[in-house]
């Protein structure tokens, strides 16, 4: 953790929170003297009627819209690249992100490769990308990524085999509107996926080497509501007060890492997303209580005190107790969200594959701002032991 007390902060200029928000998109636009938007987003959401909800708004105040619903999981840079070419097609003035991450980041993707030259991997972390392109306004309707708060986007590259970071100014949102009532229509899996990416999230922030009292301040309001209310979510569906309370904690964890940055349980996820196509919230799941544990002996007192801020140690517990406590209940929060290891989802890796994502995993940087920095012949351990 950072000690001189000098943090770095990059936010949207507008933030909206609670149910209904997404509704004030025609207010926010014209308080932004925005007035042609492309969204961008996908068929799941324009089915579910999440896409209509916005642009009967738009249509009531005669702002008109393109749609480009074409983005995938885990966006690809020829998903980027099909978005930009119809973004180029019209005369649009900002970008509206609706969806998950995939949307959200996709749409930030396209803002700033609208004025960059070159292929998208070029940009990748620590290159920091402050040429910034039309505001993107982003909706999320999955509450896990945080990536309407954040100066973050992840981007698979289909010809690499890599999934990166992008980050800098030109990936934060010019507004975030943050509405929950878009959850109430997410099947278990998802809500338990996300759910545990923002759980990481918060942990991650407030254990990393870049953590500062700012950050901490969002993680450690994050960590106890996701403990409090995934389950009910995922058990009761149309639960008003769960979907909230993980809303506004996918953001406040999303705010936490997007400026005290992720750790090793990020670095490792990315290329299991990469090389076997699990859902990001996911893989992050499968690596939690492992990475934790493998983490906590370099810092016991941080560690600690995610599981008392959780409940799940008591006060007065020792660090020693409160860290094997907050182990135990990782896995156990694993078994009761049905969180599979990869093996038995089908994905069988070999080492020499393990040596290719701990690489990839070194070079991502996440590894280096964990409190323990591990080597790569220690990464490859990981992934064998988690298999």
């Not at 992008?166 to 899996?189: E, Q, Y």
Request: hydrophobic share 45%.
């Amino acid at each position: 953790m950072q000690v001189d007390g000098i943090g770095r902060v990059q936010s949207p200029r507008i933030i909206r929170i609670g149910g209904g928000v997404a509704k004030e998109v025609g207010e926010v636009l014209d308080q932004l003297g925005l007035s042609r938007p492309f969204i961008v987003t996908d068929a799941t959401l324009v089915t579910l009627g999440h896409v209509q909800t916005v642009t009967d708004v738009l249509d009531s105040v005669r702002t008109p819209w393109t749609v480009f619903d074409a983005v995938v999981e885990d966006p690809t840079d020829t998903c980027v690249d099909s978005g930009l070419a119809a973004f180029r097609e019209g005369d649009f003035d900002c970008i509206i992100g609706l969806g998950g991450g995939s949307p959200m980041d996709t749409a930030k993707a396209i803002s700033f490769m609208s004025v960059n030259a070159g292929h998208v991997r070029e940009y990748k972390a620590p290159h920091q990308i402050d040429h910034c392109g039309p505001p993107v306004i982003l909706i999320p309707t999955t509450g896990g990524t945080g990536s309407e708060l954040t100066r973050w986007c992840v981007i698979t590259d289909t010809q690499e085999t890599e999934k990166y970071n992008l980050s800098g100014l030109a990936c934060v949102a010019t507004a975030a509107l943050i509405d929950w009532t878009f959850t109430v229509t997410k099947p278990w899996r998802i809500t338990a996926d996300t759910a545990v990416d923002s759980l990481t999230h918060a942990i991650e922030a407030f254990v990393s080497r870049k953590a500062f009292a700012y950050t901490d301040a969002f993680a450690l309001a994050a960590m106890p509501a996701i403990a409090k209310h995934v389950r009910m979510a995922c058990q009761e569906p149309q639960n008003a007060q769960a979907r909230a309370a993980l809303m506004l904690a996918a953001s406040q964890a999303g705010m936490a890492f997007s400026n005290a940055s992720v750790a090793l349980v990020h670095g490792m996820s990315r290329p299991i997303g990469a090389h076997f196509h699990v859902a990001h919230g996911l893989s992050n799941a499968m690596l939690l209580p492992k990475i934790t544990e493998f983490s906590i002996g370099a810092s016991p007192a941080r560690y600690a005190t995610c599981a008392r801020v959780m409940e799940w140690a008591d006060i007065h517990d020792s660090d020693a107790t409160a860290c094997a406590q907050l182990v135990e209940n990782l896995t156990v929060l694993n078994d009761d969200l049905k969180v599979p290891s990869p093996s038995s989802l089908g994905h069988i890796a070999k080492h020499d594959v393990f040596e290719v994502m701990a690489a990839q995993a070194i070079a991502s940087g996440s590894p280096q701002n964990n409190p323990r920095i591990p080597t790569q012949g220690e990464i490859v351990q990981l992934y064998h032991d988690i298999w």
